[in-house]
């Protein structure tokens, strides 16, 4: 469960996020859509303790991501934007190094890696070098190494990025999976489509602002549109920077 | 659902052993360690056995030629000419110009003996010589103009002890005192200059054991995108940055200790006369307990160059310049070659230097002196991490 009220943060004159408000439940998928540069990134990564928001409370689980900031990375898993991973590891080990650190170890741990390089597909490289990785591979390792300790909030920055169709479709089965186990998932797109496929609530930001949040239905009708893209573009204000 | 935060220590050692493992895959790494074993050593051994081989034999040449000497007016003392030639000197024509002569080059040395030698030398007055060379000639050069001046001491002390002895005076009597020269230095003691350079290497691989791991757990992790990744673990900052700074100490001490052994090896088994040094186990552990404080300020030194740094290469040409730092003080290590004291071991570096060429020689420093240069490193290197710390627990780490 994730609760965002009134969330800024500000570099220097760019109003990043100015005044973002949601909720993203357990068993459900939010997705935040937006332009580029609309803010998407800030706030996850407020979410994700790697910025200290200027005003505004964000709770995890309902525990403060400024205050509680181990609490709250123990109970979620992230995918940062062009999420690097070690080259001089193996897919396994660098999975097994996050594990370690949320406290997983031996076997257990060893059976949760072949678990999800089996949900993942990635049995064919898991024991290799991630050096000469293609982006889909490394993007792979990422969101396994982000899954490894089953967090019960999962927090995805644009994470279809570089993928081809297969890698894609493999990664939104994951995700309906995740939230059919109950997960609060959230992940960042700028990609209509996908959101359009995926979400159960959508929050649309631009310019650092909620545009406009809801269900796709509720989306549909409060806009006035019957086309969820043209009620897209119609919350947003232009068509500048979507796919 | 296991959402769960780990202790501290456990996650130190969690990131540390994967620094390391990973470390240990990455060949510049071990090519420096390497390196570290053979080339240092070899660098500074083969370059004096060259220098030694070389000195030696031209020496040898030297001395073993007789000594061109140009005489002026040679006819006004046939005894001087012959005890001259008895001791090696080979007497040569005169020169129309004898200063000109020497100016030029052409000889090293002339002797002109004046026209009233004879009769100052029969009346038993003091007769005048005048030897005419270049000071300003160095090395090998020189070794003439000393041979021809201690064979004309030796003739004039000779006939005056017998000029003496002919007046029933003993000789000893005009010698009111004699010195005897007794060296107590110790054999490693006469190899301090070449001493002097041994810290330099040696710290010089200290830096250069742990800099990759250091640009690499820090600026190299940004740069590559994992660094975000590993700082939304629930591993405090802290944390995860004392365990790639103990990373960094860790090859950064294996290097040290890699060098200290390969110096051993070298001073075994080279063939070079010049210097005869050893280092015992006992005396390489000793240096290498007392100078690991300066393995802390390295790697310290390193990583937080490193934090603050954008990308791996701007951190590499940085760290480049900070490699120079340590080797300032050691700069007037070679100089002013101070004694320890409570004055100068504080300073990092400079006190490390002066405990390896303390040992080196087979002396050794006051344990108080010791105490004080690694408890000053350390508490450096603890200052350095801790702002290292604060640079950490910014947002413009991820950049």
């Not at chain 1, 024991?127 to 899954?147: I, M």
Request: overall charge neutral; some cysteine; aromatic content about 6%.
């Amino acid at each position: 469960m994730i609760e965002v009220a009134n969330l800024k943060k500000y570099f220097g004159k760019v109003k990043a996020v100015d005044g973002v408000s949601f909720e993203a439940h357990d068993g459900k998928i939010t997705g935040l859509l937006g332009p580029n540069g609309a803010g998407k990134s800030t706030t996850l990564r407020v979410l994700y303790t790697a910025f200290k928001p200027d005003s505004g409370i964000a709770l995890i689980d309902g525990r403060n991501v400024e205050h509680e900031k181990l609490d709250v990375r123990a109970s979620i898993g992230v995918l940062t934007h062009g999420a690097g991973i070690y080259e001089r590891l193996s897919a396994r080990e660098n999975i097994r190094y996050f594990g370690e650190l949320h406290g997983l170890t031996g076997k257990p741990l060893n059976r949760r890696i072949d678990e999800l390089a089996e949900l993942l597909d990635m049995q064919d490289f898991i024991e290799r070098r991630s050096k000469g990785f293609s982006q889909g591979q490394k993007t792979k390792v990422a969101l396994a190494r982000a899954l490894v300790h089953s967090p019960k909030n999962v927090l995805l920055d644009e994470p279809t990025n570089g993928l081809d169709v297969m890698a894609t479709r493999g990664l939104r089965e994951v995700i309906q999976r995740l939230k059919n186990a109950g997960h609060c998932v959230l992940f960042s797109s700028h990609v209509m489509q996908e959101v359009a496929a995926l979400c159960d609530e959508i929050v649309i930001i631009a310019h650092g602002k909620v545009a406009a949040s809801g269900s796709p239905d509720q989306l549909r009708s409060s806009t006035g549109e019957q086309n969820l893209e043209d009620a897209f573009v119609k919350a947003i204000g232009s068509e500048e920077g979507l796919v | 659902m296991n959402n769960q935060t780990i202790s501290h220590l456990r996650g130190f050692w969690v990131v540390l052993r994967k620094e390391i493992t990973d470390n240990l895959r990455d060949r510049r790494s071990l090519t420096t360690m390497a390196v570290s074993i053979v080339v240092g050593p070899l660098l500074m051994f083969g370059f004096l056995w060259f220098a030694e081989k070389t000195v030696k034999e031209e020496t040898d040449l030297v001395n073993a030629e007789a000594v061109q000497l140009p005489v002026i007016g040679a006819e006004h003392a046939p005894n001087l000419m012959n005890w001259l030639r008895q001791n090696n000197v080979e007497i040569l024509a005169a020169p129309s110009d004898a200063e000109e002569s020497i100016k030029s080059g052409e000889h090293r040395v002339v002797l002109v003996v004046s026209e009233d030698f004879t009769k100052s030398f029969s009346d038993g007055s003091t007769a005048p010589l005048r030897l005419i060379h270049d000071s300003s000639i160095s090395g090998l050069e020189k070794i003439g103009y000393s041979t021809v001046q201690n064979a004309l001491n030796r003739y004039g002390s000779q006939i005056g002890a017998m000029r003496l002895a002919a007046r029933g005076v003993n000789p000893q009597i005009a010698r009111a005192i004699q010195v005897n020269v007794s060296d107590v230095a110790s054999p490693q003691a006469r190899n301090a200059q070449i001493l002097t350079m041994m810290p330099y290497i040696i710290i010089l691989f200290i830096m250069a054991g742990g800099m990759y791991l250091a640009i690499d757990t820090t600026a190299g992790e940004r740069e590559k995108g994992s660094l975000e990744p590993l700082l939304t673990q629930p591993v405090a900052r802290p944390v995860i940055l004392l365990a790639k700074l103990g990373a960094t100490i860790v090859f950064s001490a294996l290097t040290f200790l890699m060098v200290l052994i390969g110096l051993a090896l070298a001073m075994e088994y080279m063939p070079i006369e010049m210097i005869s040094l050893s280092l015992d186990p006992a005396t390489i552990a000793k240096v290498f307990i007392s100078c690991l404080p300066f393995v802390f300020v390295g790697s310290a030194l390193m990583v937080l160059l490193a934090s603050f740094t954008k990308s791996y290469k701007e951190a590499q040409s940085y760290l480049g310049m900070v490699m120079l730092i340590p080797s300032l003080p050691l700069v007037m290590l070679a100089f002013l070659s101070p004694e320890p004291s409570a004055s100068n071991m504080w300073i990092p570096s400079l006190s490390q230097g002066l405990i390896i060429i303390e040992n080196f020689k087979g002396d050794s420093v006051p344990l108080s002196l010791v105490g004080l240069s690694m408890i000053a490193s350390t508490a450096f290197a603890a200052l350095l991490a801790f702002i290292a710390i604060k640079l950490y627990q910014r947002e413009r780490i991820l950049g």
